[in-house]
């Protein structure tokens, strides 16, 4: 049974950077892509970029080109994704989700909300 | 970065069929096929489908998917209470080398 346990809620000035964490347990960690995607409230998922764990091979939509570093510790099955510089319109949930051998977004973590502030 | 297409929403009675559409391009929907997501208020997302109707486990079998050209579908028979929710598709674009969403779909069920 596939678990995604993030970390809880952070409060955040606009400038600052959050790292959030996502850890997971059954299955081979290494071995799936792990997704971030975020949704600001009340509108709809935004895709982020990706990891596979066993490459350190990243992938990030342009959007956030410079903004997001995305990692993965394979030593505790933990994957983290940092957005730089926040904004007030980063306020949002954050999300990893984990591909299966079988199905791309198959499992999600419980979210992270994210606020930033001025 | 260019998104999918769907509904806003749709308002389906109960125990009647839905269908939800997803609208994209030759590099997104009508080159990989789309999977569909449903999300229950405060819930992250669920994955239902992936491509042409496969189904995780423990998906429900009145849950049906397909594609035709750049627009895929979502078609739920014998429409539930549980199954008011919002419904997103996403498909990997070949040319963005990225996941994108379509703006979701909020399915009511009266």
């Known amino acids: 049974q596939v678990q995604l346990v993030q970390s809880g809620a952070e409060v955040k000035k606009s400038g600052s950077s959050v790292k959030v964490s996502c850890k997971a347990s059954?299955?081979?960690?290494?071995?799936?892509?792990i997704n971030w995607v975020r949704q600001a409230p009340g509108q709809g998922l935004e895709w982020m970029g990706r990891?596979?764990?066993?490459?350190?091979?990243?992938n990030y939509t342009q959007k956030f080109q410079g903004r997001v570093t995305i990692t993965a510790d394979e030593s505790t099955s933990t994957a983290y994704m940092e957005l730089s510089s926040l904004r007030s319109e980063d306020t949002a949930m954050y999300y990893c989700?984990?591909?299966?051998?079988?199905?791309?977004?198959?499992?999600w973590g419980q979210g992270t909300l994210v606020n930033v502030s001025s | 970065q260019a998104g999918l297409t769907q509904p806003p929403s749709v308002s389906k009675g109960l125990r009647q069929t839905a269908t939800l559409t997803c609208t994209g391009n030759?590099?997104?929907?009508?080159?990989?096929?789309a999977a569909w997501l449903q999300q229950h208020q405060g819930h992250p997302p669920k994955l239902l489908s992936y491509?042409?109707?496969n189904r995780p486990s423990g998906i429900s079998a009145r849950l049906s998917a397909s594609r035709s050209g750049n627009t895929a579908s979502l078609t739920i028979s014998g429409l539930q209470p549980e199954d008011e929710a919002d419904y997103y598709c996403s498909a990997w674009d070949s040319s963005l080398s990225a996941w994108v969403f379509g703006g979701g779909t909020k399915l009511t069920v009266l």
């Open positions: 989700a984990r591909d299966s051998g079988s199905y791309p977004l198959e499992y």
């Open positions: 491509r042409n109707n």
């Open positions: 030759s590099n997104n929907v009508g080159n990989q096929g």
């Open positions: 059954g299955g081979t960690f290494s071995s799936y892509t």
């Open positions: 990891i596979i764990p066993f490459s350190g091979i990243v």
